[in-house]
């Protein structure tokens, strides 16, 4: 699958399987994939730091090109890790994401760096001004 660069391409007549511009769409579809899902980590040969908080973490390539961050040395039961969070490891050691489905019992997952990162900064949402007290 493509490499997340920035690198220029040589022109190219569009192909089967494009949006009629010269990538490929499942390469957009990749990139987009990666955004969502928070594969955001750089690619080798940089180092596995995390660009906010500069911890070294476990970097895991996905199915999709990109870098998966993970706490490193960190498996958790992952009925105790809310869905969109459970990352699993492949044999080959790639990284994919469990998605809403409820895991198995006994199953563990790991964490993504993201959630974890001393660099994340929470914003607590504004009091709803018709909220009545409770009483």
Do not use: F, I, N
């Not at 391409?9 to 990749?30: F, I, K, L, N």
């Not at 996905?62 to 993970?70: I, S």
């Amino acid at each position: 699958m493509g490499e997340l660069d920035s690198a220029p391409r040589a022109a190219a007549a569009p192909r089967p399987g494009t949006d009629g511009a010269t990538e490929p769409v499942w390469e957009a579809v990749d990139r987009e994939q990666a955004r969502d899902e928070g594969a955001d980590g750089p690619a080798p040969p940089a180092p596995p730091r995390c660009p906010r908080c500069g911890r070294l973490c476990d970097r895991r390539p996905t199915y999709y090109g990109a870098y998966v961050l993970l706490e490193p040395g960190t498996r958790r039961a992952a009925h105790r890790v809310p869905a969109g969070h459970r990352w699993y490891l492949d044999p080959d050691g790639r990284a994919w994401k469990g998605g809403d489905v409820e895991p198995a019992a006994g199953g563990q997952c790991l964490v993504p760096h993201r959630v974890e990162c001393p660099a994340l900064v929470l914003v607590e949402p504004a009091p709803d001004p018709e909220a009545r007290p409770a009483a």
